[in-house]
């Protein structure tokens, strides 16, 4: 059996942590010099016992279960005068590990996340979410609507104002010398993009992250997702793609780019290594016309599985992966995720026509920047100089938000840090999850790494038999913070399934970009048969 971190399981050696009293009086009195602050509720939960806000809390209707005994704590800011925003609290009762750890959201939604707060409790850590100023659905932006200090909230201020007074309330909760040791952060989604944007704008929040799928360009990628529908809207076009085409798209790129990484497994390992054949999905004479297109179909795929590139041949949005299914975002129902944001954050008006979506419209919101989301200042050099840690990835078959996104802000990283003399491997390691979809989930590939996000049958946290900083990324994330070791890979699993109890069905290892898993040898269902290379 492997084992967790010592200092996750047992605390800090000699030291002594004593917690108040799980009452709102006690967190009143510890929010006193704050007036914009008051406590929604404070609520002890026993050893096993479950908490939430299943009810109301929209984008996460599950509660978290099978909690380690703590306090649940419900905060609400005012932010401005006619907004605020909520944040909650899980500080563990004994087992407090004398760190602090915030986790993130998804989409356009607001709620608080009780669920990865649990996950991650069972860690030891005293762990925080906000529901960044309102209650909705993932792709609802209508609270938007002409409301900009919302959209500010959800930007980033909810954020930093919730990592800034849960670490205020923690350090007087516990009675410790030294208060909290280090502060970390996991999300996934526009939770990382929340967690690029918080050490971007303030490098001191935290010691290290790890962020899965950043939506960080905020514009481009709600742009991007509406351009990608658009291209596929109209069903008397002969262009259009009836969606029932897509299983045979998708699996022409699976007998074509599987092969070329050097293992026939239904894992495509390198989509941008993949030399890809559009000319083979054509109809012939003898096709089956629901399996194959036109070549005014073929016109609109090319176009999917290529960079958006537009006016002055300016680079607007990176190219989905091949293999990746069109389905979300060349569906019968175009996402609000990507018209959403034009109607309510840009034009103010819900009966903006999106069918006459131009790129001029991109140009405007790029002018607004609605509430500052977007993540893109490249230089992270004060995170290197603070000795703080950052690991990202991006499932490499990611169909809401493009896998060229990370790739590409990578690189942007790289640009603007090697000119200064940052060797960025020293602060800052991305990965690719081949296979994997948004965040979470593969039908093949090994995809699981016990990060934010990734919730997985019969597990309460970490990865089952695998509790160590070599298969799952917190613990890594962990390592590399306080022991100086950098994961030079990451070791996936992929359990039957996707439930723990039924066992393991294949792990592979994870490199660190660009280097690649390549195998090598004897049971490809095995991690020890693969070895990270570089490229050349």
Not at 17 to 23: F, G, I, N, P, S
Not at 286 to 300: F, K, N, V, Y
């Amino acid at each position: 059996m492997h084992r967790l971190l010592t200092i996750l399981l047992t605390g800090v050696a000699g030291s002594t942590v004593v917690a108040a009293e799980c009452t709102t009086e006690v967190f009143a009195a510890i929010l006193k010099s704050h007036p914009d602050a008051q406590v929604n509720f404070a609520e002890a939960v026993p050893k096993n016992g479950s908490f939430g806000q299943a009810e109301t809390d929209i984008p996460f209707p599950t509660n978290a279960t099978n909690l380690p005994a703590l306090c649940a704590v419900g905060i609400n800011v005012k932010s401005s005068e006619n907004s605020s925003y909520n944040f909650g609290l899980f500080l563990p009762d004994t087992t407090w590990n004398e760190r602090f750890l915030a986790t993130g959201n998804g989409g356009f939604g607001g709620g608080i996340n009780w669920p990865d707060m649990g996950i991650l409790s069972q860690y030891g850590f005293a762990t925080m979410s906000t529901d960044t100023g309102h209650i909705s659905d993932v792709e609802d932006g209508s609270w938007g609507l002409n409301a900009p200090e919302s959209i500010i909230d959800w930007a980033h201020r909810a954020m930093h104002g919730s990592v800034v007074l849960a670490k205020e309330i923690i350090n007087t909760y516990y009675s410790t010398s030294d208060g909290i040791k280090y502060s970390y952060y996991a999300g996934c989604s526009t939770g990382g993009r929340q967690g690029l944007k918080e050490i971007q704008m303030y490098p001191d929040s935290f010691d290290g992250i790890s962020v899965g799928a950043p939506a960080w360009w905020t514009v481009h990628l709600a742009a991007n997702t509406l351009q990608l529908g658009l291209y596929n809207l109209q069903e008397s076009a002969p262009e259009h793609i009836d969606p029932s085409i897509f299983p045979a798209i998708v699996a022409e790129m699976e007998k074509q780019c599987d092969p070329q990484d050097g293992l026939v497994d239904g894992i495509i390992s390198d989509p941008y290594g993949c030399n890809f054949n559009f000319e083979a999905l054509l109809c012939t004479p003898s096709s089956d016309p629901a399996a194959c297109l036109t070549p005014a179909q073929l016109t609109t795929i090319y176009k999917f599985y290529n960079a958006w590139i537009d006016v002055n041949e300016t680079y607007v949005f990176p190219a989905v992966t091949l293999g990746t299914d069109p389905g979300f975002s060349m569906g019968s129902n175009l996402s609000p995720l990507g018209f959403g944001l034009f109607q309510y954050w840009i034009y103010n008006n819900s009966d903006w026509d999106y069918t006459k979506f131009t790129y001029s419209d991109v140009q405007f919101a790029d002018s607004i920047n609605p509430g500052h989301a977007t993540a893109d200042n490249f230089d992270l050099s004060p995170s290197s100089e603070r000795g703080s840690k950052i690991l990202m990835y991006h499932g490499a078959a990611d169909p809401l938000i493009p896998t060229g996104s990370s790739v590409y802000f990578y690189k942007q990283v790289l640009q603007t840090l090697i000119p200064k003399g940052i060797d960025v491997l020293d602060f800052y390691r991305f990965f690719l999850i081949p296979g994997m979809n948004h965040c979470s989930g593969s039908n093949l590939a090994p995809w699981y790494i016990g990060s934010a996000s990734q919730p997985i049958n019969g597990a309460t946290h970490s990865v089952p038999g695998y509790e160590d900083a070599d298969h799952d990324i917190i613990l890594a994330m962990v390592r590399w913070v306080e022991e100086g070791k950098a994961p030079d890979q990451l070791i996936a699993t992929k359990f039957v399934n996707d439930t723990a109890t039924l066992g393991i069905q294949r792990q592979r290892p994870l490199c660190p970009y660009p280097k690649q898993a390549k195998y090598v040898s004897g049971d490809p269902e095995s991690s020890d048969s693969w070895e990270c290379r570089s490229l050349y």
